[in-house]
């Protein structure tokens, strides 16, 4: 790639576009709490959730519908539980001008869905206050230190003013959806992966645009395009 060049990568055989979701789960038979986000204020329907101001965090495996607008807050998962979260974006807006919009503290396995037909944004500012256990997690629009997976047959927008637009600490999977991220430094990261099955992404970088890096096991750190169509435009590679 040249300098602020831009990079089109087709992974689908017959060279057809599909954002069709290669997610492998059953949402049916499903009960999901749900999240409503109203401007400054969060409100929980169900079990696994609770709220402290603007910020919402899911203490327990299981599945959660989010839907409405956050002017400045955070979803946040934080659970010890061995099983998975599930985080369906039906329609949410999601602005934190400190921190990630949306962080993944502690969990097994986080699935992020993207509702069929919706459209989903998150937006962070240009400064975040870190805790004092921390000078530099989170760093991205998302940011999970769990396995992380999105799919879906919605949309996502990542507006990522900070730093990176998704970073996930272990292995990350795009799955499906039509994704779009705009961010100042680095578009998409995984630390031990970052696997491309389906979807169609954009991404937009003020550094690189895909990348993943493992500084301690060299058998990690793996970038895998299998499906869907990536679409780079990057200021580095």
């Known amino acids: 790639n040249s300098p602020a060049g831009t990079t089109t990568m087709d992974g689908n055989s017959a060279g057809s576009v599909s954002p069709t979701s290669t ?63 599930i985080l369906r974006l039906s329609g949410a807006q999601i602005t934190n001008l400190n921190s990630a919009p949306i962080y993944v503290v502690t969990a097994k396995d986080v699935f992020i869905v993207l509702a069929d037909g919706t459209n989903n944004a998150v937006t962070d500012g240009s400064e975040y206050t870190h805790g004092l256990w921390s000078t530099d997690e989170p760093e991205a629009a998302i ?36 994704i779009t991220v705009n961010a100042v430094n680095d ?10 099955t389906s979807g169609a992404i954009t991404i937009t970088a003020g550094a690189d645009g895909m990348q993943a890096s493992n500084d301690e096991d060299a058998e990690k750190g793996t970038v895998s395009i299998e499906g869907g169509m990536v679409t780079i435009t990057a200021a580095l590679d």
């Open 187 to 196: 578009g998409i990261k995984g630390r031990d992966s970052l696997l491309v």
């Open 23 to 85: 997610l492998d789960l059953d949402l049916g038979g499903m009960t999901f709490t749900t999240i409503t986000l109203n401007g400054d204020e969060i409100i929980v329907n169900g079990s696994g959730a609770v709220v402290d101001g603007s910020t919402v965090t899911i203490t327990a495996a299981g599945a959660y519908d989010i839907t409405g607008t956050l002017n400045n807050g955070q979803v946040r998962v934080d659970t010890a539980d061995e099983e998975d979260v």
């Open 143 to 178: 940011y999970s230190t769990a396995d992380l997976t999105i799919g879906g047959n919605g949309s996502l927008t990542g507006q990522a003013n900070y730093n990176n637009g998704s970073v996930g600490k272990d292995d990350l999977t795009i799955a499906g959806g039509g």
